[in-house]
C-alpha cells in the first residue's frame, strides 16, 4: 500500500519560512516524478513546484524565486523549502507521485498517489 505522509506546516507571519517534507512508502520513489500542489478556500487544487525523475525541476510563476523542490531517494522524501512567504500562499499543501517512464524520466504524467495534505497559514 503506497502512502505519501506529508509534515511541517504551521503558521507564521508574512516573509517567514517553512519547510515541508513528505515521506514515501510503499512505492519506489525514485521511479516517481514528484510534486507539490496546493488548495486555498474557494480555489482549485493548483501546481506549486514538481521534480521529474531526472532531477529536473519546475515551479509555478507565483512562487518560482521563493519556493525549493527537491528529493531524497534514499531518505525516500520530497522537500518543499518556502521562504519569503506572504498570505496568499496559505492553503492546504499536498504531495503527490506520478510514475515515470525509465524512457522519458523529464516527464511528470498524471499523479497516481497523494498525501493528506499539511496545511499552512500566512498572516499579514
Known amino acids: 500500500q503506497v502512502q505519501l505522509v506529508e509534515s511541517g506546516g504551521g503558521s507564521v507571519q508574512a516573509g517567514g519560512s517553512l519547510r515541508l517534507s513528505c515521506v514515501g512508502s510503499?512505492?519506489?520513489?525514485?521511479?516517481?516524478?514528484m510534486g507539490w500542489f496546493r488548495q486555498a478556500p474557494g480555489k482549485e487544487r493548483e501546481g506549486v513546484a514538481h521534480?521529474?525523475?531526472?532531477?529536473?525541476?519546475t515551479y509555478a510563476d507565483s512562487v518560482r524565486g521563493r519556493f525549493t523542490i527537491s528529493r531524497d531517494n534514499a531518505k525516500k522524501t520530497l522537500y518543499l523549502e518556502m521562504d519569503s512567504l506572504k498570505p496568499e500562499d496559505t492553503a492546504m499543501y499536498y504531495c503527490?507521485?506520478?510514475?515515470?517512464?525509465?524512457?522519458?524520466?523529464?516527464?511528470?504524467?498524471?499523479?497516481?498517489?497523494w498525501g493528506q495534505g499539511t496545511q499552512v497559514t500566512v498572516s499579514s
Open positions: 521534480i521529474a525523475r531526472s532531477g529536473t525541476t
Open positions: 503527490a507521485a506520478a510514475y515515470t517512464s525509465p524512457y522519458n524520466t523529464e516527464s511528470c504524467p498524471t499523479t497516481d498517489y
Open positions: 510503499g512505492l519506489t520513489y525514485s521511479n516517481y516524478c
